[in-house]
């Protein structure tokens, strides 16, 4: 198995073989049918993901050496440009394909149960596996030239599923929307890799990262008497890219109108792997972002803002998948705060165990959402725990995950992300450090807010869809329980190896950090397994402010469900009831309860109002005034075109004849 | 000598030509361009060539603007139509016309176009029709074939833009009616000699 | 002087095409008397097949001669070299793929007559005689025996008040700006004495003109070419005729002119106006900054297709002047490469709306591609490779032909330049992704099922391919175009 080009043929077999998969969904959809369809994407997934498990043996667990190499040459320009296919497989691609091909995996064979009745079944096979495959390509680059092909094209497909089943009115404004808030990610993204072409005169990771120490110093001005540093400029352009594709703020926007797709679509892409690639681009790309503090002071201050305040607004959400859709924002950002105070690795393993548990959720709100008749208002659910055991054990594992239960995959990644800040000395640290332990207390407070509202108290659906529940099928069971399995054991086998037990070591040369930013080995020195970690962990603010969060959502939603519209009127009754079981005191329970809802309202309003409103739709409007407008030149008459014509060229005579 | 009489003429085309734009009458406007073809002329002879000068009168003046003019009295335009919004444009194309004229006199107006001396004049001899020939014939070959494809291609579009076969129309084929036989035209039709039931 | 010292032999395809048009248009006439019978109803199909075979065999002749036989020839009146041979056989390609595609459209309407088929292959001459025009003389009349037929190609439906009325336009607006390309070539000549390509360029090196009367001179000729290709503000004709012509015509306007009309920019811009690099340089960069400009926006509020592929087509223009501004040889190729990658794309593009249209029904609305992709995915999937390699999007062939220009721009110093021509491009992308948007998310309305005929399946699906095969190998085309170009 070390023969390189025997694993070279694996690697091409798991890109290919999600492909081959979707082009039979697609083009002979017709003459294999439904089940062929379905069989196709699924097997041919499957055997990615197997042949990823047998990647990450070799890569990780025997430390063959990485792989780094190219598989054609696509083109050989005029000025010694080459633009290759290649992969680079090493630890980080290893981790990385093993989490995309098994969520992706299980999504497959949730979607036979929750695309069953949909006449678009073949096609939407078709694009899942399709995404797949260009996901691969975006994971398994070794250049920017493909990594920014996969990054379109996961983008472009995504764009395509978020319309699946688009209503015609919305359809032009929403989808133009998350088309120009990715583009506008993308254009940064296009520009930074115009720059290190410029500066380092190569495409090839390896290149690139080996003499980035040498620009280290050098500086470009944008515009004429400003000098900036070009490693800042390029990491600063990457990072707008990732802020695109991984939903920070304030090019968020996207992601929660994206939850108008179907939902295994809206696990897959937007919360488990298309989102996340941002976050990988930014740890491949570590080997930059080390040299420029003030980037990674960026990327700090973006990934707490959206931590902190994206999980507010799932406060006041009720739409369920809007909810999980919001605290996808907020994880992103946790996995970015992570990037930014240089504990890649941290950023990495939360990016994995928020795919099993995030997938997890959004699975188990398509579960819901199916049982419920297609009704996604959590204000007319309630008490589903009794109709649907296994989606409610599953979920209640998912959640916990979310808020960082001690013991579950989350807390083992959130806690030390918590604990990297803490630790770390960029510039921003500290208020990123408020920010994610604030994010800790509203992450507990939504997630059990959406869990009680949704599985238990009383039943507030009508009796038609009452009469009718029932738990989901196998194929849609199955997966939440292949999800929960890795939702609840992954940190505590995996916390140690990827994380503590020989820092730096686990991702080889993937990952480089600079030894006086290297949080992680700072505290791999208290690193004593897992399980003290989780005793150290009972003693951590951000374990209380978890079960704090956790409680006020008992409280609010299961004890006295009159709470939260009367939150504000009655604060002297929050104060109480609350004061008696925790000693927070009254100003404390005002602010995260009353008016966190506020805030989180306001905030969303605000969102609406000027960022979508403004921003986004401002653009799309304008484009569409101005083409509108424009057009009326054009009127037909033959007199105005020569007049037109006649006019163009006195311009041209005036500026170059004359002038 | 010469140059007054370029000058005469040159003033006289100029004049010729604002009038065929702007006179009401399209007859004289028409006529206007006669002049303006015939005062070319002149000009050409100024420099020497004759026989271009004599086909453009022959040509213009006296195939295609004769056939213009028939065209114009067949055809009743209606000129006040044609000048709605005259009055309403005028500034602006005055403006444009204006400014146009500023930024030639800018470009060309002071002298000298690379200061290239006129050619030295041809002895009397010269024959104006024979030099043309066998230019035209020998080093201008590709460009005169060339202009005479294009001519074939507008004799083409014509014919296909305008010909067409009304259903209903009548018209005579020479070739048949050459062609006819006495069978064509000549039916012989056998009748009795007499009514075979007597008259009452 | 003798007959050998024409040097024909380098002219053979254009003699060829000559020889073979005014055959084909005598054969033709003499099929006329059959027009009665049965087989008449059908249109000339024999001419039809003629006419293809003519086609073959000049391409044919011109690949036998490609780089051979170098140099002037006729009189110094006509330039023989590879990159006039490159963009002949691109000529041919785009006739020959015209017409396959427009048969069942021209006989369904009744239009598949003789005419169409003569009238467009002596505008193939035309642009043959443009590609290798070496004098101002032999510019101006490729030009004419090129436009003269499109002209009235685009009326030849009398019926059809729109063909006419986009055939006035475009004649009108064609002859004041061929009269402003002659009265920039009557400039030049004036300042320099020579109407050879050649000589004028070694005059105005030498500079012993005023400049400014070049310069002015220079401007006019900016605007017939501009005109020529659909630069703004000289592209008003374009959305018009696009949209009013018959869609076969359309289709042949949309390609093979447009090569014609970039070697006539080429052979006088980078050939004899090239020490005028500087002004012409800066004229272009305007007029590229307009058209993707105009193009671009304009196009996202367009509800026929014909007509936003119009746009589309004057934004690409606005690349295609991009990548002339680097002035330099490797800039040049890549306008080139960019200017074969349209005509492919657009040959593809308005096959598809031929394909979709029938008697009655043009196709031509944006909205008629509707579930486009449950009637024939297959097609769906053509139409989708095209839009995407309109929009630039890898691994298409579009994608190269826009990375080339911008690079050749970025390199040449006009970064400023080239982020505006992504900025459009990505407003660009909007509209292209609509019409796929409308072929796979909405619902037919017409469920008419697709029958292509053979050979229009076959040549569609092949071009579309092309575009895929050409994006994912770019290398063979792209160092064709350097290697013309001289820019090793």
Partial sequence: MDDPVN?????????????????????????????????????????????????????????????????????????????????????????????????SLMVHVYTIGYMHDDPGYNRFFCYTALFTFAMLILVMANNFLQLFFGWEAVGLISYLLIGFWFKRESANYASLKAFLANRVGDLGFLLGIAVIYKYFGSMDYSTVFKSAHAIVGQTLSVWPGTEWSVITVTCILLFIGAMGKSA????????????????????????????????????????????????????????????????????????????????????????????????????????????????????????????????????????????MPITYWTVLLGSLALIGFPGSAGFFSKDAIISAVEASNI????????????????????????????????????????????????????????????????????????????????????????????VLREMAHHWQGPLSFMVHGLMDPAFWLAMAGLAVAYVCYMVRT???????????????????????????????VGGGTLLGRFLWQKDVALIDGVVVNGTANAVAWISSVVRYVQSGFLYHYAFAMILGLLCLLGWFVVA | MESFLFYLFSTILLVAATAVITVRHTVRAALSL???????????????????????????????????????????????????????????????????????????????????????????SYNNVAELGSILYTQY????????????????????????????????DPARQVSVRRADCVRLVQMPAARKTPAP | MTFAMLKLAAASPEVLVLVGACAILMVDVFRTQEKNTKKGAEGAVLTYWLSLILLFLGAFVTFLGFGKHTGLALNGYFLKDSLGDLLKLFIYLAAFVTFVYSRDYLRERGLLTGEFFVLALFSVLGMLVLVSASSFLTVFLGLELMSLPLYALIALDRDSATASEAAMKYFVMGAIATGMLLYGMSMLYGATGSLDLGKVSEAVRHGDQKHIVLVFGLVFMVVGVAFKLGAVPFHMWLPDVYQGSPTPVTLFLSAAPKLAAFAMLLRLFMGALEPLAVEWQQMLAILAVLSMAVGNVIAVSQTNLKRMLGYSAIAH????????????????????????????????????????????????????????????????????????????????????????????????????????????????????????????????????????????????????????????????????????????
């Avoid at chain 1, 809206?266 to 989102?275: G, K, N, W």
């Avoid at chain 2, 003019?69 to 309403?88: C, H, Q, S, W």
């Fill in chain 1, 7 to 103: 694993m070279q043929s694996i690697y091409l077999a798991i890109v290919l073989a999600p492909l081959i998969g979707s082009l039979i969904a697609g083009l002979f959809g017709w003459k294999v049918g439904r089940s062929g369809a379905h069989w196709a994407a699924n097997i041919g997934v499957a055997i990615a993901f197997l042949l990823s498990l047998v990647v990450f043996k070799q890569i990780i667990l025997d430390g063959a050496p990485s792989f780094d190499g190219v598989i054609y040459t696509w083109l050989v320009s005029g000025s010694g440009l080459h633009l290759d296919v290649g992969f680079r497989v090493d630890e980080l691609t290893a981790i990385m394909l093993v989490v995309v091909t098994f969520v």
């Fill in chain 1, 248 to 387: 920070q703020v304030p090019l968020h926007v996207w992601l929660p109108e994206s939850m108008e797709g179907p939902t295994p679509i809206s696990a897959l892409i937007h919360a488990a792997t298309m989102v996340t690639a941002g976050i990988f681009m930014v740890a491949r790309m570590s080997p930059l972002f080390e040299f420029s503090e003030t980037a990674l002071s960026v990327v700090l201050l973006v990934g707490a803002t959206t931590a902190f305040f994206m999980g507010l607004l799932g406060l006041v959400q009720n739409d369920i998948k809007r909810v999980v859709a919001y605290s996808t924002l907020s994880q992103l950002g946790y996995m970015t705060v992570a990037l930014g105070v240089s504990a890649y690795a941290a950023g990495i393993f939360h990016l994995m165990t928020h795919a099993f548990f995030k997938a997890l959720l959004f699975l188990g709100a398509g579960s819901v959402i199916v049982a419920m008749h297609h009704e996604q208002d959590m204000r007319h659910m309630g008490g589903l725990r009794k109709y």
């Fill in chain 1, 427 to 518: 510039p921003g640290a500290s208020i990123a450090y408020v920010a994610v332990l604030l994010g800790v207390f509203v992450t507990a407070l939504y997630t059990f807010r959406m869990f009680f509202l949704v599985f238990h108290g009383e039943g507030r659906m009508d009796q038609h869809t009452r009469d009718h529940l029932h738990e989901s099928p196998w194929v849609m069971t199955l997966p939440l329980i292949a999800l929960a399995i890795p939702s609840l054991v992954a940190g505590l086998m995996w916390a140690g190896p990827v994380l503590f037990d020989h820092p730096g070591v686990f991702f080889g040369h993937a990952i480089v950090v600079l030894p006086d930013h290297d």
């Fill in chain 1, 562 to 592: 009159d709470l939260p519209d009367l939150a504000i009127a009655k604060l002297g009754v929050v104060y109480t009831v609350l004061v008696e079981k925790y000693g927070f005191d009254r100003f404390n329970e005002f602010f995260f």
């Fill in chain 2, 34 to 124: 006669v002049l303006v073809f015939f005062t070319s002329a002149a000009l050409w002879v100024l420099l020497e060539a004759e026989f271009l000068a004599v086909t453009l009168v022959v040509v213009y003046v006296g195939a295609v603007m004769v056939l213009f003019l028939f065209v114009v009295m067949m055809i009743d335009t209606n000129t006040t139509v044609l000048r709605e919004g005259f009055t309403k444009y005028l500034p602006l194309g005055v403006l444009v016309a204006v400014t146009m004229a500023a930024e030639m006199f800018l470009a060309l107006g002071s002298p000298g176009f690379g200061g290239m001396a006129a050619p030295a004049p041809h002895p009397a």
């Fill in chain 2, 141 to 172: 070959v590709y460009p005169f074939e060339l202009a005479s494809v294009i001519l074939l291609v507008a004799i083409i579009a014509a014919i296909a833009l305008t010909f067409r076969r009304r259903p209903g129309t009548k018209y005579q």
């Fill in chain 3, 317 to 488: 223009v606005g690349f295609l002047f991009l990548g002339m501004l680097a002035t330099n040889p490797q800039g040049y190729s890549a306008a080139l490469f960019y200017m074969i990658t349209y005509s492919l794309m657009s040959l593809a593009s308005f096959g598809v709306i031929l394909l979709l249209s029938r008697l009655g029904f043009e196709a031509d609305r944006v909205e008629d591609c509707k579930g486009l992709g449950e009637r024939s995915p297959w097609f769906a999937a053509v139409m989708a490779v095209v839009m995407l390699s309109m929009a630039g999007v890898p691994p298409f062939l579009g994608f190269w032909a826009k990375w080339e220009v911008l690079r050749t721009a970025v390199d040449a110093g006009h970064v400023s330049l080239a982020l505006v021509a992504v900025a459009f491009s990505v407003i660009g992308a909007w509209y292209y992704l609509r019409v796929i948007w409308f072929m796979y998310f909405e619902k037919a309305q017409d469920t008419a099922p697709l029958v292509p005929t053979v050979g229009m399946g076959v040549l569609l699906s092949a071009n579309a391919l092309a575009l895929l095969y050409l994006g994912l190998f770019p290398s063979s085309l792209m160092a064709v175009c350097v290697l013309v170009m001289g820019a090793h």
